[in-house]
């Protein structure tokens, strides 16, 4: 069965612009501990089921949040960016038709650390869904 959060993440990792800065780093929900940066961190915020008369409706819209994280303001920035980018196309990867997809952010945030201070830029997807 086809699987909505692997071809999400197989989608950025084709990505050249977001492979450029962050490799095969993305993760779901879960980082490693001692993960190096800069990394993505996604997770859904909502997953509504909209309905019609008949039933559900088709394409859903699934809210992820993409937090981008780096040592460095600027680089947090253009991967959060290139995330955005990455699935601003309709496209079918592993089982999934994405339709078009709508970003808010994003948001600067981040934390001091026991290694200085890691940036992270936050971007709200709202990623329109179906089985292929």
Do not use: N
């Not at 501990?33 to 039933?55: A, C, H, N, W």
């Not at 920035?77 to 808010?104: D, H, K, M, N």
Request: glycine share 8%; hydrophobic share 40%.
């Amino acid at each position: 069965m086809a699987d909505f959060a692997s071809a999400l993440i197989t989608r950025f990792e084709a990505d050249t612009a977001v492979s450029a800065i962050a490799d095969d780093k993305i993760h779901w929900v879960y980082v490693p501990q001692g993960r190096e940066l800069p990394y993505v961190r996604l997770q859904t915020i909502s997953d509504p089921r909209p309905q019609l008369l008949k039933g559900y409706q088709g394409f859903r819209p699934t809210r992820v949040q993409a937090d981008c994280f780096s040592k460095s303001y600027g680089e947090a920035r253009a991967l959060a960016e290139a995330i955005i980018s990455a699935v601003a196309t309709p496209e079918a990867v592993g089982g999934i038709q994405f339709g078009r997809c709508s970003a808010e952010g994003p948001r600067d945030l981040g934390e001091d650390t026991d290694k200085g201070f890691v940036h992270r830029a936050s971007v709200d997807l709202l990623v329109w869904h179906i089985l292929a």
